[in-house]
T-cell receptor, first 113, second 115 residues
Framework: DAKTTQPNSMESNEEEPVHLPCNHS???????IHWYRQLPSQGPEYVIH???SNVNNRMASLAIAEDRKSSTLILHRATLRDAAVYYC??????????????FGKGTKLTVNP | GAGVSQTPSNKVTEKGKYVELRCDPI?????LYWYRQSLGQGPEFLIY????????DSGLPNDRFFAVRPEGSVSTLKIQRTERGDSAVYLC?????????????FGAGSRLTVL
């Protein structure tokens, strides 16, 4: 699987937007970009995924660079509940490949009140 | 139930003992995954099933680890001759297809402590 690079940690203030970056310069044309997050003492939780176009859902937005070598997860208005480790993962959906997701260390987001 | 259920939530055992960890996936999810997570690390892939068969077991660390899913629903992760290094949180997930990709739903995990 292609590798992703994320900052180890980031801080934000409550009710402000948060932009979490992810670099994936070796991404292939069939790699989907997935984001999961893990709150303290819980299992990871799906946030969003996309292939080429920007994506929005009730939790977040995913902005994908035109060359697909980087992406940004956007939390529009951070709350204390958004404090978590955020994982950016590439998954190749080419036929015949494994469906496993390979997690890195992620970005630990701290939200200040 | 509505989510992925894992039992036990906590297991303390002695070095050399045998351990079984159980996962009840979301009804109708055909794929099931096992991961383990050590403190401060991201989840480490162990194995995933598509139906009853193991589609990818490349993450199992050695032959002391084995997982089954005999009827394509509940899965059991089995660890023989446990070692202190096996201490971790073992996470199970099941998945459904959404917008072109598998989306995983994780359980809360089983915390294994080997003394």
């Amino acid at each position: 699987d292609a590798k992703t690079t994320q900052p180890n940690s980031m801080e934000s203030n409550e009710e402000e937007p948060v932009h979490l970056p992810c670099n994936h310069s070796t991404i292939s044309g069939t790699d989907y970009i997935h984001w999961y997050r893990q709150l303290p003492s819980q299992g990871p939780e799906y946030v969003i995924h996309g292939l080429t176009s920007n994506v929005n859902n009730r939790m977040a937005s995913l902005a994908i660079a035109e060359d697909r070598k980087s992406s940004t997860l956007i939390l529009h208005r951070a709350t204390l509940r958004d404090a978590a480790v955020y994982y950016c993962i590439l998954r190749d959906v080419a036929q015949g490949g494994s469906e496993k997701l390979v997690f890195g260390k992620g970005t630990k987001l701290t939200v200040n009140p | 139930g509505a989510g992925v259920s894992q039992t036990p939530s906590n297991k303390v055992t002695e070095k050399g003992k045998y351990v079984e960890l159980r996962c009840d996936p979301i009804s109708g999810h055909t794929a099931l995954y096992w991961y383990r997570q050590s403190l401060g690390q991201g989840p480490e892939f162990l194995i995933y099933f598509q139906g009853t068969g193991a589609a990818d077991d490349s993450g199992l660390p050695n032959d002391r680890f084995f997982a089954v899913r005999p009827e394509g629903s509940v899965s059991t992760l089995k660890i023989q001759r446990t070692e202190r290094g096996d201490s971790a949180v073992y996470l199970c997930a099941s998945s459904t297809r959404y917008s072109g990709a598998n989306v995983l739903t994780f359980g809360a995990g089983s915390r294994l402590t080997v003394l």
